[in-house]
């Protein structure tokens, strides 16, 4: 279960992911967009996963940027009429670095 950076709580929801697919630094690359389902904060997730190296150990990066509630609208339009080429740019331009969190999981 992936943990609310404001409230704490297990219950940072997945609601639209975007599978970008690999490139020359992941084998996975997914853009998400995320709300807590307890105190509802939004956020873009960027997940990337590398499964370079040791056979038994995979690394991933998973990065959460906050956003508001009209950025989360914007967003969830974009997921529905832009081409998926052109959504990292769109993503990214409300990626705010100062809003960015590590995103954590909490096992049941």
Known sequence: MLVCPDCGAATLEIVE???????ERSDEHDLQLLKCSSCGM???????????GPL????FHH????????AMQ??????S?????TLYQVFQSHMNWSMRFAIEYRRN
């Open 42 to 52: 939004n956020a873009i997730g960027e997940y990337e996963e590398s499964r370079r």
């Open 63 to 70: 990065t959460g940027f906050r956003i508001d509630a009209k």
């Open 17 to 23: 992911k975007i599978e970008l697919g690999a490139d």
């Open 56 to 59: 038994d150990e995979d690394r």
């Open 74 to 79: 914007t967003l969830r339009r974009a997921v």
């Open 81 to 85: 009429e832009e081409p998926k080429e």
